[in-house]
């Protein structure tokens, strides 16, 4: 069996099962692939989920990533235990890091002093910039929901919650002004050091806006695992580590397959397009609408990010040019 290259596994211990339960979350319908389910991972699953994620990695740095749903439902014991175990099987020489993505309702002392003493990356999504910015980093998250009765990936009509694409990408250029003249190097914005990495010629760093897919995979609260967070669906079940090693999953054809679609599937359009080193058509999720010329496949979002990508041209270009001088970015400030 040829190994995979480095691959990231999302685990998700409480499945779709949240405090909060937001009606526009992508997740929710996922809920309905496990009826009758305790939905809570077991301990014998999160030892051997960490037994083989450590085991199937073949670089010195490990990232265990926990989301939900809600994952803090699970218990502080939960993640004591997790982090047991992630120090019993890794190789020597080995770092472990520790990520988990939740809504912050549940968090108190106890659980921050964890956190803290272990390293945690604490991830709450939050969208007022000005008022967060001079303490937390931020992403923006569009919200494209489907319009269709089953909860998954079909169709090409979108609800009323969803961003339009041109709103989305006046969102980002408003978020971007304010930030290119204030914040540059001392606020971390994702779409932004994403997009810088994009004119430098670095891989990004954003699966969204990689060339092709498939090394970020996800992980219920059984052992199911499927091709990625947004395709948690009967179709992109890669298998259950119960009864295959994880690596087999990450490595199978049919990941693999899942993977290079990105690229392969892209239409004329965005082959043509100006930008495309720094969107590679953005997520498949949202290839859901036709260019003009009547190609499938384009991004529900592509006019909202071709006018970001566009409109930020310059100033990456001023900030790469000092990244090559040995330059901050920020220096971008002052000019």
Known sequence: MNLPAPFHLLV????????????????????ALYPGSSFRMSDELLEECIRQYIQSQRVPEVT?????????????????????????????????????QTNGTLLNDEWCSFFRKHGFLVGISLEVYRFFRDKLGAQFIPIVERDNTTGFQEG??????????????NFLISIFDEWVRRDVGRIFVQIF????????GAPPGLCIFAPTCGTALVMEHNGDVYSCDHFVEPRYLQGNIREQPLIEL?????????????????????????VRFACHGGCPKNRIIETQDGEPGLNYLCAGYKAFFLHIDHPMRTMTSLLQQNR???????T
């Open 156 to 169: 090409n009509r979108v609800t009323e919650r969803s961003v339009g694409a041109k709103q989305y990408g």
């Open 250 to 274: 990450v490595a199978s054809e049919k990941q693999r397959k899942f993977g290079m679609d990105k690229r392969n599937t892209l239409p004329q359009y965005c082959h043509q397009c100006p």
């Open 64 to 100: 265990i990533t926990w989301q939900g749903g809600e994952p803090t439902l699970m218990g502080l014991d939960f993640f004591r235990r997790s982090v047991e175990y992630a120090e019993n099987y890794k190789r020597s020489g080995m770092t472990i890091h520790h990520t988990i």
């Open 12 to 31: 998700k211990p409480t499945g779709a099962i949240c405090n909060l339960g937001c009606k526009y979350c992508f997740f929710l319908s996922t809920e």
């Open 328 to 334: 901050a970015p920020a220096e971008i400030m002052g």
């Open 193 to 200: 050091d994403v997009s810088l990495a994009a004119w430098v």
